[in-house]
């Protein structure tokens, strides 16, 4: 059984829209990053929060924003979604950054219609 | 030319076969990740290396940083082993992705 949960498992989206995406990390965590999987491609780095800070970014516009809380948890908001924002976002934790394993959660199946 | 390249990207084999699927990047990095994903898409972290090599089961891990090279091998592969394989580099502030390769293994 996986540490790491996130919701919804799935959700239906209108263009224009905002979303907000939920990650309950592994107990003991203190980093989460965010990845976004489309389709048939392998997945992409989102971001990264340690401790409550974004301590790294992928090449995602500032519509996709995130929020780590003083439990760990984290969330990413994407704000205006488009019709390319479907896809399978995936979170992760981890004991501090490089040097320790990471968790993933299952993921949760974003459609944008 | 993405950060880290993948091969093959699609691997078909016989139950019981040994298989590798090779991995090189071209960033500097402080660990390497291997990834099993699932249809469906959940995905399950294999090893996590920064040198030499690692073993967990019939899988086995290898990383040269100096080549800048890692691979993943399956000894006496098994039906239940197809899935997609994902190497990842990881800087400690952020993750490169290979594409991914999908393993099938016929009975």
């Known amino acids: 059984e996986t540490g790491v949960t996130q919701s919804p498992t799935h959700l239906i989206k209108t263009r224009g829209q905002q979303v907000t995406l939920r990650c309950s990390s592994q107990?003991?965590?203190?980093?989460v990053s965010w990845y976004q999987q489309a389709l048939g491609q392998g997945p992409q780095f989102i971001f990264q929060?340690?401790?409550?800070?974004?301590?790294g970014r992928g090449n995602f516009p500032p519509r996709f924003s995130g929020l780590q809380f003083p439990n760990y948890s984290s969330e990413l908001n994407v704000n205006a979604l488009e019709l390319d924002d479907s896809a399978l976002y995936l979170c992760?934790?981890?004991?501090?950054?490089?040097?320790?394993?990471?968790?993933f959660g299952s993921g949760t199946r974003l459609t944008v219609v | 030319k993405n950060e880290v390249e993948q091969s093959p990207q699609n691997l078909t084999a016989q139950e019981g076969e040994f298989i590798t699927i090779n991995c090189s990047y071209s960033v500097g990095i402080s660990a390497l990740h291997w990834l099993q994903q699932h249809p469906g898409g959940g995905i399950v972290s294999l090893f996590m290396?920064?040198?030499g090599k690692k073993k967990h089961g019939r899988l086995i891990a290898t990383i040269n940083i100096q080549e800048k090279h890692s691979s993943l091998h399956i000894t006496a592969s098994h039906p239940r082993d197809s899935a997609v394989y994902i190497c990842a580099g990881d800087t400690g502030n952020q993750f490169y992705f290979g594409t991914g390769t999908s393993l099938t293994v016929i009975p």
């Open positions: 107990s003991g965590h203190n980093t």
């Open positions: 992760a934790s981890s004991l501090g950054g490089a040097g320790y394993g990471y968790t």
């Open positions: 290396l920064s040198s």
């Open positions: 929060y340690y401790r409550e800070e974004e301590n």
